[in-house]
C-alpha cells in the first residue's frame, strides 16, 4: 500500500489499547459511582449475575468496536467499514444467512447434547431457578447488547488486531494462529480444555474471515452462540457463578470441534447459493481468498494494514 509503513501497526495497536482503557474506565467509573451514591455495595457490583453488573460486562466488549475504528481511521487512513468486509461494510444479506446457518447448527448441538450421556466429572448447573424478574431482566440484557459484545470480540481479535499482524506477514494463517491464541488467553483464567475450546473457536472463525472477506460469519456464530448459552445459564440461579467458571470437561471440546466444523461445511455450501455468490463470491479471487478492494484497501486478513 501506498501509505504502508512498519510502525504503523504499533502505533495503531497503541491507540487501539490506550483508546479501549480510557473509555472502559469512563463505562465504568461513571455507572459504578452512581449506583454507590444510590446505595450499591461492593459486593453488588462484584456480582456478575446482576443485570447491571451484566450489561456493564457486555457494554465494555462492545466498546472495542469503535476502538479498533479509531485505529484503522486515525492512523492507517482507512475507512473503518474495512474492518467489517472487504467492501468496506457489513454485508447484511450474507450476515443474516450466516445467522440463520449458526442458528441451526447450535440449535442442532442442543438436541444432540441432551443424547450424550452425562460427563460425571463435569460441572452440574445449580438446579435452583432465578426470580422471574431477574430472568426476565438478564435476558433482556443478553438479547439485546450480547450481539455487541460478540461483535467487538471479533472487530478487536479478526478485524484490528489480525491485520495489524497481517502488515508483517505474508501468509494468512499467522494471524489467524495468534489472534485465536490471544483470544483464549483474553479469557483469563482456565483449564485446558477450556483453553482449547476457545483457541479452536479462534482458529475456525479467523479461518472464516479469510474465507469470506469479512468478520459476518464469525459474529453470526459467536453472537449466536453466546446467547443461547448464556439464556439457558440465565434461568438458574448460579448464573454468575457459570460466568466465573475457569473449568471444562474434554468431552466440551470434542463436542465443540465437531459443531465448529458442521458450521463451516454449511457456510462453504452458502456460499454457492445466490446469496454467497451476490455477498462473497464476487470478491473472491479463483483461489478463494479475498482480493484487495479497488481502492488498494486490504480486507480482512489478507495482508495487512
Known amino acids: 500500500m501506498r501509505n504502508y509503513r512498519w510502525w504503523k501497526p504499533l502505533l495503531g495497536l497503541g491507540v487501539f489499547s490506550v483508546s479501549y482503557v480510557a473509555l472502559v474506565l469512563v463505562l465504568f467509573v461513571v455507572p459504578s459511582s452512581l449506583a454507590v451514591g444510590l446505595g450499591a455495595t461492593d459486593a453488588d457490583l462484584e456480582d456478575q449475575g446482576s443485570p447491571l453488573v451484566f450489561l456493564l460486562g457486555n457494554v465494555s466488549l462492545a466498546a472495542l468496536i469503535p476502538c479498533a475504528m479509531l485505529a484503522i481511521w486515525a492512523v492507517h487512513g482507512i475507512r473503518p467499514g474495512f474492518l467489517s468486509s472487504i467492501r468496506g461494510r457489513i454485508r447484511w444479506s450474507w450476515l443474516l444467512a450466516c445467522s440463520g446457518a449458526a442458528f441451526a447448527v447450535v440449535l442442532a448441538g442442543f438436541a444432540v447434547s441432551f443424547l450424550i450421556p452425562v460427563d460425571p466429572d463435569a460441572e452440574m448447573l445449580d438446579p435452583t431457578l432465578a426470580p422471574l424478574s431477574t430472568f426476565i431482566a438478564l435476558a433482556a440484557v443478553i438479547v ?108 466440551l471440546v470434542v463436542f465443540d470441534v465437531v459443531q465448529l466444523a458442521v458450521f463451516a461445511i454449511v457456510v462453504e455450501l452458502l456460499l454457492r447459493t445466490s446469496v454467497g455468490r451476490r455477498s462473497v463470491a464476487l470478491a473472491l479471487t479463483t483461489h478463494g481468498r479475498p482480493e484487495h478492494p479497488p481502492t488498494g484497501v486490504p480486507g480482512p486478513m489478507t495482508g495487512g494494514l
Open 144 to 251: 439485546l447488547t450480547t450481539p455487541l459484545q460478540a461483535a467487538g470480540e471479533e472487530y478487536a481479535f479478526r478485524g484490528y488486531i489480525a491485520q495489524a499482524i497481517g502488515a508483517w506477514v505474508r501468509f494468512p494463517v499467522v494471524p489467524i494462529v495468534i489472534t485465536a491464541l490471544l483470544f483464549a488467553f483474553a479469557h483469563g483464567s482456565q483449564n485446558l480444555p477450556l483453553f482449547l475450546d476457545r483457541f479452536v473457536f479462534g482458529l475456525v472463525a479467523g479461518y472464516l474471515v479469510v474465507r469470506t472477506g469479512g468478520l459476518e460469519a464469525s459474529i453470526a456464530l459467536h453472537t449466536i452462540n453466546n446467547v443461547a448459552v448464556l439464556l439457558v445459564g440465565a434461568a438458574y440461579a448460579d448464573f454468575g457463578d457459570q460466568l466465573m467458571s475457569t473449568d471444562a470437561p474434554w468431552s
